[in-house]
């Protein structure tokens, strides 16, 4: 089992498409993690991207774009270890920061693409 297990999931209101060409291009995974080498070993289109994870930690990280009435379900997963091991102190603080970097990651992209959208309105199509 990995010592760093992170799972988020947030809405966006725009389809999975949209969400996937956000995180198509590999300049967008290092503004995104920017600590992390990322090596795609499944790229599932509309659906996500699977990596293997390097640098600060080793494992493996998902993002999948399920299709949920108006928009998408962004699911986020990692699951990790640091290389060499680590306290079980700086665990519980990596998890804690890792878990903040997902929701900030996710809730700035439901920012950025919904627009501005009023809550209740059909997504804008690009």
Same mark, same amino acid.
């Given at each position: 089992?990995?010592?760093?297990?992170?799972?988020?999931?947030?809405?966006?209101?725009?389809?999975?498409? *949209?969400?996937? /060409?956000?995180?198509?291009?590999?300049?967008? +995974?290092?503004?995104?993690?920017? $600590?992390? #080498? !990322?090596?795609? &070993?499944?790229?599932?289109?509309?659906?996500?991207?699977?990596?293997? *994870?390097?640098? /600060?930690?080793?494992?493996?990280?998902?993002? +999948?774009?399920?299709?949920?009435? $108006?928009? #998408? !379900?962004?699911? &986020?997963?990692?699951?990790?270890?640091?290389?060499?091991?680590?306290?079980?102190?700086?665990?519980?603080?990596?998890?804690?920061?890792?878990?903040?970097?997902?929701?900030?990651?996710?809730?700035?992209?439901?920012?950025?693409?919904?627009?501005?959208?009023?809550?209740?309105?059909?997504?804008?199509?690009?």
């Amino acid at each position: 089992m990995p010592s760093v297990d992170v799972v988020d999931e947030t809405f966006l209101a725009v389809p999975p498409d *949209v969400v996937a /060409a956000a995180f198509a291009p590999p300049a967008a +995974w290092a503004r995104f993690w920017p $600590d992390l #080498t !990322l090596d795609v &070993y499944a790229d599932r289109g509309t659906e996500g991207l699977r990596w293997t *994870v390097a640098g /600060a930690l080793v494992g493996t990280m998902e993002v +999948w774009l399920e299709p949920v009435l $108006d928009g #998408t !379900l962004l699911h &986020y997963f990692l699951r990790a270890d640091f290389p060499g091991g680590a306290s079980d102190k700086r665990i519980r603080r990596e998890v804690r920061r890792r878990q903040l970097a997902a929701k900030h990651v996710s809730l700035g992209l439901k920012s950025i693409l919904e627009g501005g959208r009023p809550p209740g309105v059909a997504p804008a199509l690009p």
